[in-house]
């Protein structure tokens, strides 16, 4: 059976992890995260107080810089690690979220992690989600899904998610954090969130996620044995 490359991009809190990890399951194929890629740069950029608008501080910063995603034993899932450390909860935190729009906006830091994304890729057989993954990365992925949610769906869902680690949040500042980063991802220079042309639109709204699960996966068999 042919491997093919799957792209899962969309909007934040729209549940593409959840959705490109359990495909990559159902698949037998490796699911990489490619958002806790740069929220990975993210924590180590605020560690070292690196400022992101000197771009000789940021060059310096990502030549040291090791990523890589093991599979962890108790949950079965990939996690990742920064020079040699895992990370994988750290960076799940508000302060992350709310740095990591501006990171990922920096030309250099998308460079490098698309370089890292693209030799991930090179042997198929996986499914990547981002923002930008079927437009930079993978442009030429076989099977390539844009996901979106109304913004109050994502709002409730990210709330739900932040509220049980920090009970102190508001609803209001998980609201104004969206909509900031929607506007950066949107808007930034180099590789804005967009659908590609050939995408197909994954709105989960009123899905639940086995719903959308059998959605994405009749579309990949259809790839796969087309």
């Not at 740069?41 to 040291?64: E, G, H, P, R």
């Not at 099977?143 to 994502?154: D, H, P, W």
């Not at 804005?192 to 989960?204: C, E, G, H, W």
């Amino acid at each position: 059976m042919k491997k093919i490359i799957i792209t899962v991009d969309g909007w934040s809190s729209c549940g593409k992890s959840t959705m490109a990890r359990q495909l990559a399951k159902e698949l037998n194929y490796v699911f990489i995260d490619s958002g806790a890629m740069y929220r990975a740069i993210t924590l180590y950029f605020i560690q070292k107080n690196i400022d992101v608008s000197d771009n000789n501080s940021v060059l310096q910063a990502l030549s040291n810089i090791n990523l890589h995603f093991e599979n962890d034993h108790y949950s079965g899932q990939n996690v990742i690690f920064l020079n040699g450390i895992n990370v994988d909860a750290q960076i799940r935190e508000l302060a992350i979220a709310q740095k990591v729009s501006e990171v990922a906006a920096n030309a250099s830091v998308r460079a490098f992690a698309v370089a890292e994304q693209q030799k991930i890729g090179e042997l198929k057989g996986i499914v990547m989600d981002g923002r930008d993954i079927g437009t930079t990365v993978f442009p030429q992925a076989e099977l390539k899904i844009f996901m979106t949610a109304n913004q109050e769906v994502r709002v409730n869902r990210r709330y739900a998610e932040l509220v049980a680690k920090n009970p102190n949040i508001t609803i209001d500042e998980v609201r104004d954090n969206l909509a900031q980063r929607d506007y950066i991802d949107s808007h930034r220079e180099v590789s804005p969130l967009r659908k590609a042309d050939d995408a197909l639109i994954l709105d989960n709204s009123a899905l639940t996620p086995n719903e959308q699960l059998a959605m994405a996966l009749a579309w990949a068999q259809d790839k796969i044995n087309g």
